[in-house]
């Protein structure tokens, strides 16, 4: 059983940065590919970036691509999320997610394991 726990969400104005981290625990298998999603309220889960075990592939969801940048640290089992120039449509809970397969995570919005969620909120 692979464990998610996000850090680093909170409150932010329109222009500015934040950076989300999440630490992953259990069997390597089920982090082979690990990312982000995110749900506002009243809205559907989104697609936010994910990136294979080696780097060798990275997906954005065309709504952040170009502002946010996703990237791991294997050593610690850990993926991060830079978000910049954050905009008050960017507010939601952005959860982490692993799963063996990054294609499954980026294309068919599903993954084994899910984080708790976290805030991240963009004032205007």
């Known amino acids: 059983q692979v464990t998610l726990v996000e850090s680093g969400g909170g409150v932010v104005q329109a222009g500015g940065s934040l950076r989300l981290s999440c630490e992953a625990s259990?069997?390597?298998?089920?982090?082979?590919?690990m990312g982000w999603y995110r749900q506002a309220p009243g809205k559907e889960r989104e697609f936010v970036a994910a990136e294979t075990w080696s780097g060798g592939a990275i997906y954005y969801g065309d709504s952040v691509r170009g502002r946010f940048t996703i990237s791991r640290d294997n050593g610690k089992s850990a993926v991060y999320l830079q978000m910049n120039s954050l905009k008050p449509e960017d507010t939601a809970v952005y959860y982490c997610?692993?799963?063996?397969?990054?294609?499954?995570?980026?294309?068919?919005?599903?993954?084994?394991?899910w984080g708790q969620g976290i805030q991240v909120t963009v004032s205007s």
């Open positions: 997610v692993a799963d063996p397969s990054v294609s499954r995570m980026a294309h068919d919005g599903s993954a084994d394991y």
């Open positions: 259990g069997p390597t298998l089920g982090t082979r590919a």
